[in-house]
């Protein structure tokens, strides 16, 4: 009997030893896990808190918050070359407070390649692939290059920004950022030291054919109404280098009506993807009733 | 704070290119090189080495071409008393990667080779069957056609050249590609110039003397960046049994050929079956194959397939288009349908939506760039390898037709064109007709 009652204490001490290990295991995990939710707190609040600083930085930079919130809405034409390949554009844009937004590149012999956003609809269309509705990551990320005013934007388009580095392009110092946006990419900006300006933008963009790095060098900052904006822009992306200058800014110009309707191919896509529109019921991209009016 | 206008990437997108431009059999000039030029072409072999080490995306690969021959070219480049010499060392260094899309286009070759004069037509296109070469089809109203030659017949000399023995080195070299290259070179000259061959008939050998057409107005000339523009040609007919059948030559100028292809099948939508056929079309813009595909299925989410470049993956996707066609569907290639054309016939058959007929493709299917060089020659090279979305990469192997009908006079004398009445047979459901092998 005394060997049996030994080995029942064996075997419940055992049975205890089971229970104990993992939570043991589990006291700690809670514990570690405790103090990793408050620093990515304390770091989350540190992002934010630079993000704003970045934000008010940036906002100074182009010409102040005044300045920025005179007008309602911007008209931009461009000229795009890919040298190397002998290929060249115009690009126009126009965007609005409200949040509507065209953009419509010719290029020659190949036609007019558009996008937009009327209301909650972000579409593109072109003569090759035709009309699109624009959905998901995708139509975020146009929302957002969309704005109207981005520096204004910063904050809400983004959840965090850390210091990534230092880097001095040409002769320029810039800080570099890591700016976190809602939906969790991260684009690298390097931020001039001196005058607060962009300077490059490395980022990994969402396309229908799937993610694309692409880096953009500004350059040629000149102010139009006291805002600054770049008046060059080259692009690289693998192999490819593209430059994008600048010809005509203007503000609150009269604009076609046009320019606020959707084209009548992407009406008849709206038309017939409203029930399957319906069944999915997207999620709205962020867009409060409170942020709608100024984008 | 910043905002990159989405557009900019169509743009980057389109210029890689699926097309090839052919860039074989160039005699190189023989002018000696003054030291200015020799400067320049050291600078174009430099910045050709650089572009092609910055893009490609197996670098193991390519240090096992490359290792010391890349010195070693460059040292013939630097030794090179002419031009055509230098560009016989940039071109070995190419060939040695033994890839499709590597190629060079001297800078006043590249006028001839894709424009002006060397565009004119004798009407006739010629396939290789048994080490020989067959007239396979007529354009209605060309100089062949004009001039009694008839579809089946064999083309024994061109001017004054055998071709048989040619034919041999060609099929010597393993490229499916280089015989339909050399072939059209062969029938096609300055426009207004004349050329004999020597035709072989089914009842006799005869001489036939040509006179080089230029290509019809109704063909707009397309280019695309560099290169020149060459006449587009987009044919539609209506076959008996009520079959919509159209023929493009290249996947260029979007502006055209988009709409034709939109007001074809929106036309006759009533008819029994669609065949395309992209026998000969060397490709082109590889978006337009997805553009052209979007008429074809109906559902989101579907891909032709992936491009693999060094830095990233990007997907051939496809935006099918309301009202688009959903009657059968076949397709006709052969060993002269490269790039665009294999990335369209195997992204489709990869779904089931379409039927291949013919010969299996020219096994050419990567995405290139066309750039110019500091010497004015423009380089083209391959900046990203691709496999379909069954995961088929078509480089070197190409795309196998499900039913393959080989070249055979008497079948074409019979049917005129085999494939297309094979692929006609298929839409009707007919039995009989032209032999073929079923895949």
């Keep these: 009997m005394k060997s049996e009652n030994r080995w029942l204490w064996i075997f419940a001490l055992l049975l205890l030893c089971g229970v104990c290990t993992p939570s043991i295991a589990q006291e700690a995990e809670e514990a570690a896990k405790e103090g990793a939710v408050a620093e990515e707190a304390k770091s989350d609040e540190a992002g934010k808190a630079l993000l704003a600083e970045l934000q008010e930085k940036s906002i100074k930079a182009v010409g102040g918050k005044e300045a920025l919130e005179k007008f309602s809405s911007r008209k931009m034409s461009s000229k795009v070359k890919i040298a190397d390949a002998g290929l060249e554009a115009e690009l126009t844009l126009f965007v609005d407070s409200q949040g509507n937004y065209r953009e419509s590149m010719v290029i020659t012999g190949y036609g007019n390649f558009q996008q937009g956003i009327n209301g909650e609809v972000a579409w593109s269309l072109d003569p090759i692939n035709g009309p699109r509705l624009v959905t998901g990551k995708e139509k975020e990320q146009l929302i957002r290059s969309a704005r109207f005013q981005p520096n204004l934007w910063l904050t809400r388009d983004h959840q965090s920004a850390t210091l990534a580095g230092e880097e001095t392009l040409g002769d320029i110092a810039c800080t570099i950022y890591d700016l976190k946006t809602n939906d969790g990419a991260v684009h690298k900006y390097w931020v001039a030291n001196d005058d607060g300006l962009v300077r490059k933008v490395s980022m990994t963009v969402e396309s229908p054919m799937g993610q694309i790095p692409i880096q953009v060098r500004m350059s040629e900052y000149k102010a139009v109404d006291g805002i600054q904006y770049p008046h060059k822009m080259s692009m690289k992306q693998g192999v490819q280098n593209m430059e994008v200058i600048l010809n005509t800014l203007e503000h609150d110009a009269e604009i076609d009506a046009e320019m606020l309707t959707l084209p009548e191919q992407v009406k008849r896509l709206v038309e017939r993807s409203k029930p399957k529109e319906e069944e999915t019921a997207e999620e709205p991209q962020g867009d409060s009733a409170e942020e709608s009016s100024d984008r | 704070?910043?905002?990159?206008?989405?557009?900019?990437?169509?743009?980057?997108?389109?210029?890689?290119?699926?097309?090839?431009?052919?860039?074989?059999?160039?005699?190189?000039?023989?002018?000696?090189?003054?030291?200015?030029?020799?400067?320049?072409?050291?600078?174009?072999?430099?910045?050709?080495?650089?572009?092609?080490?910055?893009?490609?995306?197996?670098?193991?690969?390519?240090?096992?071409?490359?290792?010391?021959?890349?010195?070693?070219?460059?040292?013939?480049?630097?030794?090179?008393?002419?031009?055509?010499?230098?560009?016989?060392?940039?071109?070995?260094?190419?060939?040695?990667?033994?890839?499709?899309?590597?190629?060079?286009?001297?800078?006043?070759?590249?006028?001839?080779?894709?424009?002006?004069?060397?565009?004119?037509?004798?009407?006739?296109?010629?396939?290789?069957?048994?080490?020989?070469?067959?007239?396979?089809?007529?354009?209605?109203?060309?100089?062949?056609?004009?001039?009694?030659?008839?579809?089946?017949?064999?083309?024994?000399?061109?001017?004054?050249?055998?071709?048989?023995?040619?034919?041999?080195?060609?099929?010597?070299?393993?490229?499916?590609?280089?015989?339909?290259?050399?072939?059209?070179?062969?029938?096609?000259?300055?426009?207004?110039?004349?050329?004999?061959?020597?035709?072989?008939?089914?009842?006799?050998?005869?001489?036939?003397?040509?006179?080089?057409?230029?290509?019809?107005?109704?063909?707009?000339?397309?280019?695309?960046?560099?290169?020149?523009?060459?006449?587009?040609?987009?044919?539609?007919?209506?076959?008996?049994?009520?079959?919509?059948?159209?023929?493009?030559?290249?996947?260029?100028?979007?502006?055209?050929?988009?709409?034709?292809?939109?007001?074809?099948?929106?036309?006759?939508?009533?008819?029994?079956?669609?065949?395309?056929?992209?026998?000969?079309?060397?490709?082109?813009?590889?978006?337009?194959?997805?553009?052209?595909?979007?008429?074809?299925?109906?559902?989101?989410?579907?891909?032709?397939?992936?491009?693999?470049?060094?830095?990233?993956?990007?997907?051939?996707?496809?935006?099918?288009?309301?009202?688009?066609?959903?009657?059968?569907?076949?397709?006709?290639?052969?060993?002269?349908?490269?790039?665009?054309?294999?990335?369209?016939?195997?992204?489709?058959?990869?779904?089931?939506?379409?039927?291949?007929?013919?010969?299996?493709?020219?096994?050419?299917?990567?995405?290139?760039?066309?750039?110019?060089?500091?010497?004015?020659?423009?380089?083209?090279y391959a900046m990203a390898d691709y496999v379909s979305v069954s995961g088929k990469r078509m480089e070197g192997v190409g795309v196998e037709p499900d039913e393959v009908i080989e070249v055979d006079p008497e079948q074409i004398r019979e049917f005129g064109d085999p494939a297309l009445t094979r692929a006609a047979y298929w839409i009707l459901g007919k039995a009989g007709g032209p032999k073929s092998e079923i895949r």
């Design chain 2, 1 to 380: 704070m910043f905002r990159l206008s989405q557009l900019h990437q169509i743009l980057l997108l389109l210029v890689s290119v699926s097309f090839l431009a052919g860039c074989i059999g160039l005699p190189g000039r023989s002018q000696t090189l003054s030291s200015e030029q020799k400067v320049l072409f050291i600078e174009s072999f430099d910045e050709m080495t650089r572009m092609i080490e910055e893009s490609f995306w197996d670098p193991d690969y390519l240090q096992e071409c490359w290792g010391e021959l890349k010195d070693e070219c460059r040292d013939q480049v630097e030794e090179a008393r002419s031009a055509g010499e230098a560009r016989a060392a940039m071109r070995r260094l190419l060939a040695s990667l033994k890839m499709s899309h590597f190629g060079l286009i001297p800078d006043s070759a590249s006028q001839e080779l894709t424009g002006s004069p060397s565009d004119g037509e004798a009407g006739m296109i010629l396939r290789v069957s048994d080490g020989r070469a067959i007239v396979v089809r007529l354009e209605e109203g060309g100089a062949a056609e004009s001039a009694g030659i008839q579809s089946g017949d064999e083309i024994l000399k061109v001017g004054e050249r055998d071709l048989a023995p040619r034919l041999q080195e060609w099929s010597e070299s393993g490229s499916r590609y280089l015989p339909i290259q050399a072939l059209k070179s062969a029938c096609s000259g300055e426009p207004g110039t004349e050329r004999d061959y020597l035709v072989r008939g089914s009842t006799e050998d005869r001489i036939v003397t040509l006179t080089f057409q230029p290509p019809s107005d109704e063909h707009p000339r397309v280019g695309f960046g560099n290169i020149s523009p060459v006449p587009l040609m987009m044919e539609k007919r209506i076959l008996e049994g009520d079959i919509l059948y159209l023929r493009l030559n290249m996947f260029l100028g979007p502006m055209h050929v988009m709409p034709w292809f939109e007001k074809a099948i929106q036309e006759h939508k009533d008819a029994k079956g669609l065949i395309f056929d992209l026998r000969g079309n060397p490709g082109g813009l590889g978006l337009m194959a997805c553009g052209l595909a979007g008429w074809l299925i109906e559902d989101q989410g579907f891909e032709l397939g992936t491009m693999k470049t060094k830095a990233n993956e990007m997907n051939f996707v496809v935006n099918p288009r309301l009202d688009g066609w959903v009657k059968p569907v076949a397709l006709l290639i052969d060993e002269g349908s490269a790039s665009t054309s294999e990335i369209m016939a195997q992204g489709l058959r990869d779904i089931g939506r379409v039927r291949l007929f013919g010969r299996t493709t020219a096994g050419a299917a990567l995405p290139s760039v066309l750039v110019k060089l500091p010497n004015g020659d423009i380089l083209q």
